[in-house]
Structures are given as structure tokens and as C-alpha cells.
């Protein structure tokens, strides 16, 4: 049956969260913006509500949640909302949660999921894009070749989100032309963790470019063991998981602009009154919710076990677009205001061109 | 729980529209297109068949779907087919039972019979609150009078079967919004005549009427709502809301409707390209897709946008929610995104686009009349922008 209502637990989730974005990552966005920090109590705090680790089962120590694409999504709406870098960074362990938990072995759960259900924040990362202009998720430059009882992992990564706090990240590599994982722990010989990236935008998102040279790692650590991982699964989840962002992003811009549009007078009234800026307006939540409603379908198709890899890539392209479009027009309404760094609507803007770009930076 | 898996029974009346779509209605779709005001006898009883499958029209999500595929089969032709159509709709939603009773129990009949709905006048299209015809109550009896243009179905509710429409009037011109009440008008009602029969740049299996009232007369219990007109207070226009609550209804329907024509094209085109050997790479990064890709890509999700919200819409009016907004959204939507991706696909096919040896230019020209019928784009964007900016219309006009 048709159905647009999420859960009563889904909303009782999504309500824990929105509160969250709206007291703690709304307090402090502009700030962790300019100085590229975000305070470690916001951080604990998030991991408190357990979005990283309410999926892991009893047995491995976590609270034994159901894991589900469509919860996932709509929890990465509310924190991209409240800010996209510190959602980003709250949800980054699960980029090596969650292939684990899916695709890892029985010896990869038991060494690293226990890991990620203690009290504190525990950073873990995955890495996928590369410093190319025609970077491919299914064509890396990376690459990973058997070498007796291990993998030899060489190439250069680039946007790998908390690498230098990570206690592992997983190395998306070509093997023979395929793209699987490889877990390298921390301090392997032969991962090198550059300097931190200075980007357009997600400024408080601390992210590292990695070089791989000749980092040999054993043969239990390529993910899910001899039958590898199921990739294409892997990059959908993050599309959705990327897209759901994009529309968070989006409607925190939509609703500054929509706010202000209202208040401000020019020529007598608000220029929201206004044709020109209404229809901005209106056209703008017409796409955030098609693009959400989008979101939604390719999720639950997951969540089904279906292959989404059409659905999935169009709501991707889809929301890249709208998301510029929606933070452009919120710098566009607020005019030379929406051009200072007193108002949001410009971190939006930044934050919101780098969706075309991001790629495997977000998983649910 | 979030769910869009139709039911087995969603499927199965679905695929009996798409078929019927593909066996009655493509074979014959350039002739209706060609020969604009023939009737298509031997479809209209071909239709007749199809309300054992929950019939043409409905306002559910099935009914939507279904509604889909027949304009994906043929969008003048679905508009052509038997059946209470907006005016019946009119009288749902805000008829009493006895009404709906006494008007609606023709569609279930053997014969085929149509509803239409009259709003447009010569002078005033989107701006409604402004129609010159008028009804005036002598005893026990309203007595219509005025002009009504673009009223699909028109001749064949009026004259072909024993079908109604629904005009609206106003019972009092100085009460503005407030005196403007819906009337039904039943076929061989003395004093209604059908006249000019639009010739139209798509959908022309779809009879397009006017309708002059000259002193029609009729009972007074054909009012649908209260007769009362609130004069104390000419800014309360809730009477006037609840009536026009029936185009909350029947936007997702339109919204079907032109995403109906849009998969049809859409369709075309890649089946074009298959045959060709032109594959869509979905998820290949954007910067290594060829032009083609990407505008199939963004023909595709463009439909998808638009059926999402058109879904939304239908999906809240079932479980009686208010969608004012929602059906809105859906409409401006499907009407912009059919256009784009008909006009798209005459582009990439070339000349089999622009071509009459295929349906593609046709399909084009029939989408546009999503993007104008039941609100105008530019008036649904206003309904939206007036909605969520929490603005009345003097606040944003």
C-alpha cells in the first residue's frame, strides 16, 4: 500500500534529531564555519543518541536495531538541516560501520563493530574519491593487487573525512579493474594522512587528501573476505544518504529566504508580496519536496534489497542540481545581505555546490 | 510506515489500464488527432467495459494510476472516455447525499453518459471570482443566465448522453467571491444550448464547448453547498473555498494526466535509443555522460519529481488530509516537467520527432494542455506561493 507517513518511531527519531540540529548545531554553525572546529559536546551529544551505533546487534554490543535505508535518510535530512558539515562529521563512522555490517565477514564484525558502541565518539572513515577531475567510483586509480597472504594497496585519495582521528578506514581499490574494500587500520606502513584539506565549503568538516604507497595490508581485511563487497549497493546507500542531505541543506536555505522575503519591505511592502520572489519561493519547495519524496523511494527500495542503481543515481543527479539551484536563490533573495557572512544563506551556498562533488562522503 | 508498493489488486487494474491503453487506444491515436470532431463510437463502448475495473475516473491512488496510463495510451482519447468526469467530482465533494445520489447514479448505467464542469467565461479565465453568469431564484427554481467557454466534455454531456455539468454562477455580484455557488445543469434541461466546438492545437478527441444559458431553468435543490450568500462580511469567502476544494481533488488527476503523456514520450525515446544501441549508463559520474545521457536522465527524473508529488497528493486526499497545497504542487509540477520532457524528446528524436509518421509531436502538442487546464501553472504557482509564504491574496496577488 501507498504510504507517505513515516513511522510512530521514525518520527519519534526524526523529532530527537530536529531538536538536536535546532539547540546544539544551529547554535554554533556560523562559528565552526569560520574557525574549521567543531566543540567536542555537540559531538558527544550526537553520538548519545546513538545514530552510529543503534544498528550494530546485541551480540557484537550495540543496541540491535533494525538497520534501515529509509530511517537513514530521514535522519540525515534533520542533520544536514541543522548543519552538513557536523553531520558529516557525526555520521562519518558509519561509512565504515555500515559496509561491515552488511557485507564484513564474521571476523571483521567481531574486531571492529564492538569498536563503535562505546560512550565516546570513535572516529572511522572510509575513502573513495580521488584528486581528479573525471573521478569514477567504479574505475579507481587506486588499485590493489594480491601479493601472498595480503593486499598491496597504491594511489592517492582525496575528501576522506576525519582520517586523521580514524582508528580505520576502508580503501575503495580497483582490483582487477573491480572496485572493493580494503580495511587499513591506523598507522599501517604505508598510508600516509596529508594535511588537512582547505575546501569551499563543509569548513568545519575536517577532511584529509591520503596517499597509499605500496600499503600492504592482510588478505581478511578486503571487506566481506574471498566474496567481496557488493559496491554498487554500497554507493547507493550513499547516494541517498547524499541526496537526503542536499535536501536538508536545501530547505534550511528555503526557509531563511522565505523568512526574511517576508519581513523585508521594499517599496512599501515585503518583497515577499512579490511575484518575483514569491514564485522563487514556491518553485523551490515544489523541488525540496519532490527531490525528499525521491529520496524516499530509492531508500526504501534498498531497504527492500532491490537494485536501485537507476533510482538511486537519478534522485543523486537530481538533488545535486536542485540543491544549487534552492542555495542560490536564497543568496539571490536576500541580495547584497545574502553576500555577507552575517547571514546563513551564503555557508548554504558554499556547503551546497559541493554535492556534485561528494561522493561516498555519507552513508545509511 | 513510508511504503510504495501498490497492492496486488493496485497492479492488476493498473496493468488492465495499460493494456487497454496499448490495444485500444495507440492503434487509433493519429486517426482521433486528425479527424478532430469525429466520434470514436466503437472506443467510447469499448470503454463502457472498464468500470468493472473500478472505471475511468476515481480519486484514489489506483484511479490516478490508472488515469496515467490512459493518457499514456492517449491523453484526448482518456478525456473522451464515459464518466462523471469534474463535474461529477464537483458533485462528490461537496454534493449532499441525495445529490450525489440523484446525479451521479447515471454513470453506473448501460449507456455511456459524461459530466463536465463550466467555470471559464469569454472575459475571465484564472481570475474566476470575476464570471458574468448569473443565477437568480424565482420560487422554487434558479434561473441561469451567461456565457461559458472551454468546457470539456461539454457536447458530450449535454447533447450525446444523459450527462450534467456543473456551472458556476453568482447569485449575487456585489458579494464577490462569497455569491458564487455551483449549479448543476442536467442534459435536455430547456434553455442551455451547445455551441462553438473548439478546434485545439492537442487532446482533440476531447470535445472543448461553449455553453450558452439563456434563461435555463432549474430546480432549486441543484445548488451544491448552502445557497446563503455571507454578505456581512465580504472578505468571507469560506463557502466559496469549500467549493473550489473540489479542484484539490482533481489537480493530482490532471497531475496523472500530463505525467500520463510525459511516460509515453519518455518511453519513445528510449526505446529509440535501445534499438539504436544507446545505452543509459546510470550511475556513471555526471562529468563522463554523453549530452544524450543527461537529458534522458533529466527527462526521467523530471517524471519521477513530478509522480512523486502527484502520489503525495492522491495518497493524502485517501486518507482525508488536506492538499491544498500538495495537489497544487503536484499540478505545477507535472504540468512543467510533461512540457519540458515532450518538447525534449521532439529535440533528441529529430526529424522522427517532428514527424506525423509518429505519435512523439502529437504528444507534445497534448502536454501542453496540462500546463493551462485546471489552473494555469503560473496560478497554481500562486496557490503555492500564497500557501507557504502564509499570504492572503492581498498580501500577494
Known amino acids: 500500500m501507498i504510504s507517505f507517513s513515516p513511522t510512530e518511531e521514525q518520527q519519534m527519531i526524526v523529532n530527537m534529531v530536529k531538536q538536536f540540529a535546532t539547540d546544539e548545531m544551529r547554535k554554533v554553525y556560523r562559528e565552526c564555519d569560520e574557525n574549521g572546529e567543531i566543540p567536542q559536546k555537540v559531538i558527544e551529544t550526537a553520538w548519545g543518541l546513538g545514530l552510529v551505533s543503534s544498528c550494530i546487534p546485541e551480540s557484537y554490543g550495540g543496541a540491535g536495531g533494525e538497520r534501515s535505508v529509509l530511517t537513514g535518510v530521514l535522519i540525515a535530512e ?37 569498536l563503535f558502541c562505546g560512550a565516546k565518539f570513535t572516529a572511522a572513515t572510509a575513502a573513495l574519491v580521488e ?53 587499513v587500520d591506523k598507522g599501517t606502513p604505508g598510508l600516509e594522512i596529508k594535511e588537512r584539506e582547505k575546501n569551499m565549503g563543509i569548513k568545519a568538516l575536517a577532511t584529509y587528501e591520503l596517499a597509499l604507497k605500496d600499503c600492504r595490508v592482510p588478505r581478511e581485511n578486503r571487506l566481506g573476505g574471498d566474496k567481496g563487497c557488493d559496491f554498487n549497493r554500497l554507493l547507493n546507500c550513499s547516494r541517498v544518504a547524499l541526496a537526503a542531505m542536499a535536501v536538508g541543506v ?4 528555503y526557509e531563511y529566504a522565505r523568512d526574511y522575503a517576508k519581513t523585508r519591505v521594499a517599496f512599501g511592502e515585503p518583497i515577499a508580496s512579490r511575484q518575483a520572489i514569491a514564485f522563487m519561493l514556491a518553485e523551490t519547495a515544489i523541488e525540496i519536496d519532490a527531490t525528499r519524496l525521491m529520496v524516499w523511494e530509492a531508500a526504501w527500495m534498498l531497504d527492500k534489497k532491490m537494485e536501485a542503481t537507476r533510482e538511486a543515481s537519478l534522485v543523486k543527479f537530481y538533488a545535486d542540481d536542485m540543491v544549487m539551484t534552492a542555495t542560490d536563490r536564497g543568496v539571490q533573495i536576500l541580495g547584497g545581505h545574502g553576500y555577507v557572512r552575517e547571514h546563513p544563506v551564503e555557508l548554504w551556498f558554499r556547503n551546497g555546490r559541493g554535492f556534485a562533488t561528494f561522493d561516498g562522503m555519507a552513508m545509511v | 510506515m513510508i511504503d510504495f508498493e501498490l497492492s496486488p489488486e493496485e497492479k492488476t487494474t493498473i496493468e488492465a489500464a495499460h493494456k487497454f491503453a496499448e490495444e485500444f487506444m495507440r492503434p487509433i491515436s493519429r486517426y482521433y488527432d486528425e479527424h478532430e470532431h469525429e466520434e470514436p463510437e466503437e472506443f467510447i463502448q469499448k470503454s463502457m467495459g472498464l468500470r468493472s475495473q473500478g472505471g475511468v475516473f476515481g480519486l484514489g491512488v489506483a484511479a490516478a494510476l490508472r488515469v496515467e496510463e490512459y493518457c499514456w495510451g492517449d491523453a484526448g482519447l482518456m478525456l473522451a472516455m464515459p464518466g462523471p468526469g469534474l463535474g461529477g467530482a464537483a458533485v462528490f465533494a461537496s454534493g449532499t447525499r441525495e445529490q450525489i445520489e440523484r446525479f451521479l447514479k447515471r454513470y453506473g448505467e448501460d449507456k455511456p453518459c459524461w459530466g463536465a464542469m463550466a467555470m471559464t467565461e469569454p472575459h475571465c479565465g484564472s481570475d474566476t471570482a470575476a464570471i458574468n453568469t448569473t443565477a437568480v431564484r424565482e420560487d422554487n ?10 468546457v470539456t466534455a461539454g457536447k458530450r454531456a449535454m447533447e450525446k448522453s444523459n450527462g450534467l455539468t456543473v456551472v ?60 446563503e450568500v455571507r454578505k456581512v462580511d465580504k472578505t468571507d469567502t469560506s463557502g466559496f473555498k469549500k467549493a473550489m476544494a473540489t479542484f484539490d481533488a482533481t489537480r493530482p488527476i490532471i497531475a496523472a494526466m500530463a505525467i500520463g503523456v510525459a511516460r509515453a514520450a519518455l518511453d519513445f525515446v528510449k526505446e529509440t535509443l535501445e534499438k539504436e544501441g544507446v545505452k543509459i549508463r546510470y550511475g556513471l559520474p555526471r562529468q563522463k555522460l554523453t549530452a544524450l545521457e543527461r537529458d534522458v536522465m533529466e527527462m526521467e527524473s ?12 492522491v495518497w493524502m486526499m485517501s486518507q482525508f488530509q488536506p492538499n491544498n497545497l500538495e495537489s497544487s504542487m503536484a499540478k505545477v509540477k507535472a504540468g ?62
Request: net charge positive; with cysteine.
Open chain 2, 168 to 227: 458556476w454562477a453568482t447569485v449575487d455580484k456585489t458579494a464577490g467571491r462569497a455569491g458564487m455557488k455551483p449549479f448543476v445543469v442536467e442534459a435536455g434541461t430547456p434553455g442551455v444550448k451547445v455551441e462553438k466546438q473548439e478546434k485545439k492545437l492537442g487532446i482533440r478527441a476531447s470535445d472543448t464547448v461553449t455553453l450558452v444559458f439563456d434563461n435555463c431553468r432549474i430546480p432549486f435543490d441543484n445548488i451544491l453547498g448552502s445557497p
Open chain 2, 141 to 150: 427554481e434558479w434561473v441561469i443566465n451567461g456565457e461559458k467557454i472551454f
Open chain 1, 78 to 114: 534533520e542533520l544536514a538541516w541543522g548543519d552538513l558539515s557536523m553531520a558529516m562529521h557525526v555520521l562519518c563512522p558509519s561509512l565504515f560501520v555500515l559496509p561491515i555490517l552488511e557485507m564484513g565477514t564474521e571476523q571483521q564484525k567481531k574486531k571492529y563493530l564492538p
Open chain 1, 131 to 183: 584528486p581528479k577531475f573525471n573521478f569514477d567510483p567504479n574505475a579507481l586509480s587506486t588499485t590493489a593487487s594480491k601479493n601472498g597472504d595480503s593486499y598491496v594497496l597504491n594511489g592517492e585519495k582525496c575528501f576522506v573525512p576525519l582520517a586523521a582521528e580514524s582508528e580505520a578506514i576502508l580503501v575503495y581499490a580497483a582490483e582487477d579493474g573491480q572496485t572493493q574494500g580494503f580495511i
Open chain 2, 302 to 313: 523530471q517524471y519521477k519529481a513530478a509522480k512523486m508529488l502527484m502520489l503525495r497528493a
Open chain 1, 250 to 253: 536545501a530547505k534550511a536555505s
Open chain 2, 336 to 397: 512543467l516537467a510533461a512540457t519540458r520532457i515532450t518538447q525534449k524528446a521532439v529535440e533528441i528524436l529529430g526529424p522522427l520527432g517532428y514527424s506525423r509518421k509518429y505519435l512523439v509531436e502529437k504528444w507534445m502538442r497534448d502536454a501542453k494542455i496540462n500546463d493551462i487546464f485546471e489552473g494555469t501553472g503560473q496560478i497554481n504557482m500562486l496557490v503555492v506561493a500564497r500557501r507557504i509564504l502564509d499570504f492572503t491574496r492581498e498580501q500577494l496577488k
